[in-house]
């Protein structure tokens, strides 16, 4: 085959094949490059061939494009090679752990730091291992039996990294204990609790039925941790407690919360620039079922209609659309009570305080009134966690005591519900710990699924089971085990999984972690005061 170059216009040079088309010449330099690559032992060795053979293509199909037209076309350009293996070599900063200068130790070394660092609950002998470095705060949960060290271990619960814990169990098994226990390791620090260099905030939503003057209503427990153990020599409690209760009821309901002490009682009030059209279509109680009154599909016109002009929801300019509407008697006094429900937790003025949530002080948001429902609690609910999570700062732990008294079918609760699913999905980026608490797990099942943890105090409900086994795997032989283990609980016991828990090291150092583990777990005493015990004869 005889090949004549000669000059094009751009002053480059063309090949002419005089006896193959170029599409055969193709062909067969794929055919040579493809065994090329093929034969060769290495990477690097590839890359050369490759190299050598692109150089005596023609321009067209990628060669060297810097030739001068005196020079052969088969020349090879060793600058330009040299340029690109080392532009290649570069890219080896960017890859994972798996590079071959790292050894097979230093990735499991690796591995574990991550593992640990990471775990919401760990057995304390990890700590004791040389990783103080990996876990800069933490708590004692309580102890659990190790059946590989044959003897009872400590649970930690890891503070420093953002989880979600699921809490159920009836009545007087030891739930608000538990969660109490929880508040304490993230709230209060103390050598006889673990490490706490940096206290979390809290904030707990609390809600009860309460009429007349409050006979037989119970405040929050978490307003207890307020005050020190008075069995203890110890003496801690947490900074400060601020309780944020409905105006309505503001009178009868600080009379209970202000005989503890370190405890701030104010009216919760909701400013105008806070509120957005989702929070308003909840509160007016707005649905798009066929049943919607006229009146309200006029208010929900409204609402349309300035969320289309876009920009901040203005209560005022509200008002004004209403009162541009005709609506008969009956309707305007429907209308009027919904909105003086509204207005009685509105701040119109905009002169309330800005919310304040410091470390190692707890927020309580209750809204047990005769005035208000399960279902306005909840978007009050709603609120006040959109605003604690839009504060920077320190860590934050989000607390839903009793949840089952207010977690109902309802609008509000939905909304709540969607709310808690999204901060629990973006709890890493909210720097956010979720803890729920509650007698019935039914109503919240979606929510085990994503939580980290899930403590299982007595129940005997077949129906609480089915609804955590869902959600919860369980190894074949825990299966007809699992319903009496739970039942022979006594209080202050739970079963505890957590898949990413770290319970210690086996025979060859491996970390033994939780999945598919049930452990027994006993929760440890409280050193705040136990604002739950039950009322004996004797």
């Given at each position: 085959m005889k090949i004549m170059p000669s000059q094009s216009l751009a002053g480059g040079i063309e090949i002419h094949d005089q006896t193959l088309s170029s599409t055969s010449q193709d062909r067969r330099?794929?055919?040579?490059?493809?065994?090329?690559?093929?034969?060769?032992?290495?990477?690097?060795?590839?890359?050369?061939?490759?190299?050598e053979e692109t150089d005596k293509m023609p321009r067209h199909l990628g060669g060297d494009t810097h030739s001068d037209p005196d020079t052969q076309v088969g020349d090879s350009s060793e600058d330009d090679t040299a340029s690109v293996k080392i532009r290649l070599e570069k890219l080896d900063f960017?890859?994972?752990?798996?590079?071959?200068?790292?050894?097979v130790e230093d990735m499991r070394v690796n591995e574990d730091s991550t593992s640990i660092?990471?775990?919401?609950?760990?057995?304390?002998?990890?700590?004791?291992?040389?990783?103080?470095?990996?876990?800069?705060?933490?708590?004692?949960?309580?102890s659990y039996d190790d059946e590989a060290r044959r003897s009872m271990s400590k649970l930690l619960l890891n503070t420093n990294v953002p989880f979600?814990?699921?809490?159920?169990?009836?009545?007087?098994?030891?739930?608000?204990?538990?969660?109490?226990c929880v508040l304490e390791n993230a709230l209060v620090p103390s050598p006889h609790l673990g490490k706490l260099p940096n206290p979390l905030s809290a904030l707990v939503f609390s809600y009860a039925p309460f009429s007349g003057d409050g006979i037989g209503f119970t405040i929050s427990e978490a307003a207890f941790l307020a005050s020190p153990n008075p069995g203890s020599p110890v003496g801690a409690h947490v900074k400060h407690v601020r309780v944020l209760v409905a105006p309505s009821n503001f009178a009868r309901i600080s009379k209970l919360y202000l005989k503890l002490p370190n405890i701030s009682v104010t009216p919760f009030k909701i400013r105008s620039r806070d509120l957005d059209i989702d929070v308003m279509l909840t509160l007016m109680n707005v649905s798009a079922s066929d049943e919607t009154p006229l009146y309200m599909a006029q208010v929900m016109q409204i609402l349309r209609e300035m969320s289309t002009a876009g920009g901040a929801f203005d209560y005022?300019?509200?008002k004004k659309q209403l009162k541009k509407k005709r609506f008969n008697p009956t309707q305007s006094n429907m209308l009027q009570m919904r909105l003086d429900l509204l207005e009685s937790f509105l701040d119109i003025t905009d002169n309330c305080p800005e919310p304040h949530f410091g470390p190692g002080e707890i927020t309580i948001i209750d809204m047990s009134c005769p005035f208000v429902d399960a279902n306005t609690a909840c978007i009050l609910f709603g609120i006040g966690l959109k605003l604690y999570l839009q504060t920077e700062g320190t860590g934050k732990m989000i607390v839903l005591d009793e949840a089952h008294k207010y977690m109902l079918d309802a609008p509000g609760a939905k909304a709540l519900n969607e709310m808690l699913l999204s901060t629990i999905r973006l709890q890493r980026h909210y720097g956010a710990r979720v803890v729920i608490s509650t007698q019935e797990p039914t109503l919240l099942t979606d929510l085990i699924a994503l939580c980290s943890i899930t403590v299982i105090h007595r129940f005997s409900s077949p129906t609480w089971l089915s609804a955590i086994r869902r959600h919860i795997p369980t190894a074949a032989d825990d299966r007809d085990t699992l319903m009496p283990r739970i039942e022979r609980l006594t209080t202050g016991k739970a079963i505890v999984y957590s898949p990413n828990a770290v319970l210690g090291y086996d025979e060859s150092g491996s970390l033994v972690m939780g999945t598919s583990k049930m452990i027994n777990v006993n929760i440890r005493k409280r050193l705040t005061k136990d604002g739950g015990q039950s009322v004996l004869a004797v």
């Amino acid at each position: 085959m005889k090949i004549m170059p000669s000059q094009s216009l751009a002053g480059g040079i063309e090949i002419h094949d005089q006896t193959l088309s170029s599409t055969s010449q193709d062909r067969r330099r794929s055919k040579r490059l493809m065994a090329t690559v093929c034969a060769s032992d290495s990477v690097h060795e590839s890359t050369d061939l490759l190299f050598e053979e692109t150089d005596k293509m023609p321009r067209h199909l990628g060669g060297d494009t810097h030739s001068d037209p005196d020079t052969q076309v088969g020349d090879s350009s060793e600058d330009d090679t040299a340029s690109v293996k080392i532009r290649l070599e570069k890219l080896d900063f960017l890859l994972s752990s798996t590079h071959k200068d790292e050894s097979v130790e230093d990735m499991r070394v690796n591995e574990d730091s991550t593992s640990i660092q990471h775990a919401p609950l760990l057995n304390a002998i990890i700590i004791s291992k040389n990783t103080q470095h990996l876990l800069p705060q933490y708590g004692l949960l309580g102890s659990y039996d190790d059946e590989a060290r044959r003897s009872m271990s400590k649970l930690l619960l890891n503070t420093n990294v953002p989880f979600s814990m699921f809490i159920c169990g009836v009545q007087g098994s030891g739930k608000s204990h538990t969660t109490s226990c929880v508040l304490e390791n993230a709230l209060v620090p103390s050598p006889h609790l673990g490490k706490l260099p940096n206290p979390l905030s809290a904030l707990v939503f609390s809600y009860a039925p309460f009429s007349g003057d409050g006979i037989g209503f119970t405040i929050s427990e978490a307003a207890f941790l307020a005050s020190p153990n008075p069995g203890s020599p110890v003496g801690a409690h947490v900074k400060h407690v601020r309780v944020l209760v409905a105006p309505s009821n503001f009178a009868r309901i600080s009379k209970l919360y202000l005989k503890l002490p370190n405890i701030s009682v104010t009216p919760f009030k909701i400013r105008s620039r806070d509120l957005d059209i989702d929070v308003m279509l909840t509160l007016m109680n707005v649905s798009a079922s066929d049943e919607t009154p006229l009146y309200m599909a006029q208010v929900m016109q409204i609402l349309r209609e300035m969320s289309t002009a876009g920009g901040a929801f203005d209560y005022r300019a509200f008002k004004k659309q209403l009162k541009k509407k005709r609506f008969n008697p009956t309707q305007s006094n429907m209308l009027q009570m919904r909105l003086d429900l509204l207005e009685s937790f509105l701040d119109i003025t905009d002169n309330c305080p800005e919310p304040h949530f410091g470390p190692g002080e707890i927020t309580i948001i209750d809204m047990s009134c005769p005035f208000v429902d399960a279902n306005t609690a909840c978007i009050l609910f709603g609120i006040g966690l959109k605003l604690y999570l839009q504060t920077e700062g320190t860590g934050k732990m989000i607390v839903l005591d009793e949840a089952h008294k207010y977690m109902l079918d309802a609008p509000g609760a939905k909304a709540l519900n969607e709310m808690l699913l999204s901060t629990i999905r973006l709890q890493r980026h909210y720097g956010a710990r979720v803890v729920i608490s509650t007698q019935e797990p039914t109503l919240l099942t979606d929510l085990i699924a994503l939580c980290s943890i899930t403590v299982i105090h007595r129940f005997s409900s077949p129906t609480w089971l089915s609804a955590i086994r869902r959600h919860i795997p369980t190894a074949a032989d825990d299966r007809d085990t699992l319903m009496p283990r739970i039942e022979r609980l006594t209080t202050g016991k739970a079963i505890v999984y957590s898949p990413n828990a770290v319970l210690g090291y086996d025979e060859s150092g491996s970390l033994v972690m939780g999945t598919s583990k049930m452990i027994n777990v006993n929760i440890r005493k409280r050193l705040t005061k136990d604002g739950g015990q039950s009322v004996l004869a004797v």
